[in-house]
């Protein structure tokens, strides 16, 4: 089943201390993102990556890293998480960009990490 | 002054009715059109894309409309299952980075 699988899915933990957020897609996608979403503010990009090693800021990046070494992965790095940046997180993927979106513009997105920083 | 702008609504409407969301976006340089549908505590999926000649999916209508810088997304018959909330998304090249901007949603709830 073609999908996009992040893990954990609940994570409550404190200031300070470091977490990673995996995501996995089994597309075979080049291009690869992750968003916060917010209250009111709706869908924030952090950071989003065209292809393996090329990786690039979002709108909100302060705080966090990505690598992507991998062409299926996308971890999203919190080195040391503070309060604001309890959020619910969305890995997502679509295929090659050739200059552009897909054809349909279609995101997939992962289930989602609800994260909670103490 | 956000980059796509929605109504939160939310927008009570009984079943059978007709519902339209209006969505603007600022940058004129913006391409590509999309509406979202997002469950409560699910992630967003691809609703339809929004072409320049308006396009319908069956009870769904969306429409553009360049020189006004807004899209829009029409509900006809409203059945249960569509309550959720609405984005609306735009695919904004002029910086060079490929993103799609989503607006913060409209939310529908429809009422037996």
Not at chain 2, 27 to 38: L, V
Not at chain 2, 49 to 68: I, P
Request: glycine letters at 8%; aromatic letters at 10%; a positive charge.
């Amino acid at each position: 089943e073609a999908q996009v699988t992040q893990n954990p899915r609940y994570l409550i933990t404190v200031t300070g201390k470091k977490l990673t957020v995996t995501c996995s897609q089994n597309m075979n996608h080049e291009y690869m993102s992750w968003y916060r979403q917010d209250p009111g503010l709706g869908l924030r990009q952090i950071y989003y990556s065209m292809n393996v090693e090329v990786t690039d800021k979002g709108d909100v990046p302060e705080g966090y890293k990505v690598s992507r070494k991998e062409k299926r992965n996308f971890p999203l790095i919190l080195e040391s998480p503070s309060p604001n940046q309890t959020s619910l997180y969305f890995c997502a993927s679509t295929p090659g960009l050739a200059g552009g979106f897909s054809n349909t513009g279609e995101l997939f997105f992962g289930e989602g990490s609800r994260l909670t920083v103490l | 002054r956000k980059e796509v702008e929605q109504d939160p609504g939310p927008f009570n409407v009984p079943e059978g009715a007709t519902v339209a969301f209006n969505c603007t976006y600022s940058n004129s340089a913006s391409q590509s059109f999309f509406w979202y549908r997002q469950d409560c505590r699910k992630e967003p999926k691809l609703l339809m894309s929004v072409y320049s000649s308006g396009n319908e999916d069956g009870r769904f209508t969306a429409q553009l409309n360049r020189a006004s810088q807004y899209i829009s997304l029409l509900i006809r018959d409203s059945k249960l299952s569509d309550s959720a909330t609405y984005l609306c998304v735009v695919n904004i090249r002029d910086t060079g980075r490929r993103a799609l901007t989503f607006g913060s949603g409209t939310r529908l709830q429809v009422q037996p």
